[in-house]
């Protein structure tokens, strides 16, 4: 297996200009969600808000991903992956404009259909991302191609506590109900994914091939069954992984989206120190993505995310224990071990299924309504 991975190219040359672009896109939904999780707490600072009510924010980024999902899926199988990824910046630009009328009117309201319109993009985008990233280049090497994208991902999950922090908590005076810096922010966001969807538009994308498709000698190199013309529910592999996925995203965003919160009530730390602190976290994610992107060709990706969720066990464990600083430095951990989960899950679950692998994209993508449940619920307990 570690032969034909090693023999494998990562990607071909015609591909390149096309993987900049899929890739960043990855990095501006990590900018996205994670900022959403800093504005879960401004919002509980300028709208007088409880953390259950601000969860809301969560409910509605991620409520778009059980809405979205599918539909998008359905649009990407029709018309392709380059018009997947243009409807998907335009929702996110849009979403992101109409926070300026929200902002004008201080409208909590106003503010969550702007927040389910980003996420509408957002998931227009996962669900075209992940196979397209796949997809441009050999099957044998589509986890590699799929971790380094994640990567960037965690670079935009860095980005977007620093980004948020600096506008929305850097210069807020306590007890202010200013909006201002929350319609700048999200004004600049909207203008950059405007200019980058009118970039792509200009992109000459070359014909792909499903990476997805392998023959029954390569079938031990990928660990699943050859029968890509059965229905989805029928191959195992994929539906443990949509299995795996729904346990994944609800821990992983129930944990994003209350750091701050812990950060502030656990350790003693201001919001805007919680925040820098954030960035920390998201970092501990980026390093786990390039360890374990170099660790998958020596290890099986199978048997490298059953350590990484081994060793997620064992911090959350010592977390709970509320030990202060040892605590805090074992949740910093959970992030570096999530750091594989999300795209080897995905990778692992659309091997060899032909066809039908931009429908199973939807599946692992509308798993992100599990995300908002969890963290709703959250709300009322952290």
Not at 182 to 189: D, H, N, P, Q
Not at 348 to 367: P, V
Request: glycine share 8%; charged share 10%; with cysteine.
């Amino acid at each position: 297996m570690n032969q034909l991975k090693t023999k494998a190219p990562f990607t071909e040359r015609k591909f390149l200009v096309t993987l900049v672009f899929v890739t960043s896109l990855f990095m501006f939904w990590g900018i996205a969600i994670t900022m959403a999780d800093v504005l879960n707490k401004h919002f509980q600072l300028t709208m007088n808000l409880s953390r259950s009510q601000s969860a809301f924010v969560q409910f509605a980024v991620f409520g778009a991903y059980a809405v979205m999902g599918i539909p998008a899926g359905l649009f990407m199988k029709r018309f392709g992956y380059k018009k997947g990824v243009l409807l998907g910046l335009s929702l996110f630009s849009l979403g992101a404009f109409l926070f300026i009328p929200a902002a004008n009117i201080s409208s909590f309201a106003f503010f969550g259909i702007a927040l389910f319109i980003v996420g509408c993009g957002l998931s227009t985008l996962e669900t075209v991302a992940h196979p397209f990233v796949a997809s441009l280049g050999d099957q044998r090497t589509s986890d590699q191609r799929i971790n380094f994208a994640q990567s960037f991902n965690a670079v935009g999950a860095m980005l977007g506590p620093a980004i948020g922090s600096y506008f929305l908590f850097g210069k807020h005076i306590e007890g202010s109900t200013d909006l201002t810096s929350v319609k700048l922010l999200y004004a600049i966001i909207g203008m950059v994914i405007l200019l980058v969807a009118v970039f792509f538009s200009f992109v000459k994308v070359p014909p792909t091939t499903d990476p997805h498709v392998i023959s029954e000698a390569d079938a031990d190199a990928v660990n699943v069954d050859v029968a890509p013309d059965r229905k989805l529910i029928d191959h195992k592999h994929f539906v443990w992984a949509v299995a795996a996925q729904f346990f994944n995203v609800a821990a992983q965003a129930g944990t994003w989206a209350f750091f701050i919160n812990y950060g502030h009530k656990k350790m003693g730390f201001s919001d805007e120190k919680a925040g820098h602190f954030m960035v920390v976290f998201m970092g501990m994610m980026l390093a786990g993505r390039f360890i374990g992107t170099f660790l998958k060709r020596i290890i099986a990706p199978h048997k490298l995310l059953a350590a990484f969720a081994l060793g997620n066990i064992l911090m959350c464990i010592i977390v709970a224990q509320n030990f202060g600083l040892v605590s805090f430095i074992a949740l910093l951990m959970i992030n570096f071990f999530f750091s594989i989960m999300f795209p080897t899950i995905f990778s692992l679950g659309l091997k060899n299924l032909g066809a039908r692998t931009q429908q199973a994209a939807s599946f692992f993508i509308d798993g992100g309504c599990r995300r908002c449940i969890f963290s709703f619920c959250n709300g009322s307990y952290c």
